[in-house]
């Protein structure tokens, strides 16, 4: 019903900066409500970073506010993550997250892309 492709993840040193995109496909993207971007390290419980509505509307994990930004194309049905000044506790494999109409249905999660922040 719905795919989440990623890319843009990478090796990045202390203060450098990375951009995610996800991009979203299949025959029901056009009930697609909420979007957003999700970490886990390992040995670690994954976490939000960042969400996005479908009407622009975002929500930041304080860890990330002021360092990453979201941002969201409805038309070609992206979702990017601008992250800058990283730090080594950035890194983790970041997963894409969309949720659907109706209230409730389950999540779709893309493979999920590598991010390593070295010091």
């Known amino acids: 019903q719905v795919q989440l492709m990623e890319s843009g993840g990478g090796l990045v040193q202390a203060g450098g900066s990375l951009r995610l995109s996800c991009a979203a496909s299949g025959s029901m993207i056009f009930r697609l409500t909420t979007m957003g971007w999700y970490r886990q390290a390992p040995g670690k419980q994954r976490e939000l970073v960042a969400t996005?509505?479908?009407?622009?509307?975002?929500n930041y994990a304080d860890s990330v506010k002021g360092r990453f930004t979201i941002s969201r194309d409805n038309a070609k049905n992206t979702v990017d993550l601008q992250m800058n000044s990283l730090k080594p506790e950035d890194t983790a494999v970041y997963f894409c997250?969309?949720?659907?109409?109706?209230?409730?249905?389950?999540?779709?999660w893309g493979q999920g892309t590598q991010v390593t922040v070295s010091s």
């Open positions: 996005i509505t479908s009407g622009g509307s975002t």
């Open positions: 997250r969309a949720d659907r109409a109706p209230l409730g249905y389950p999540y779709y």
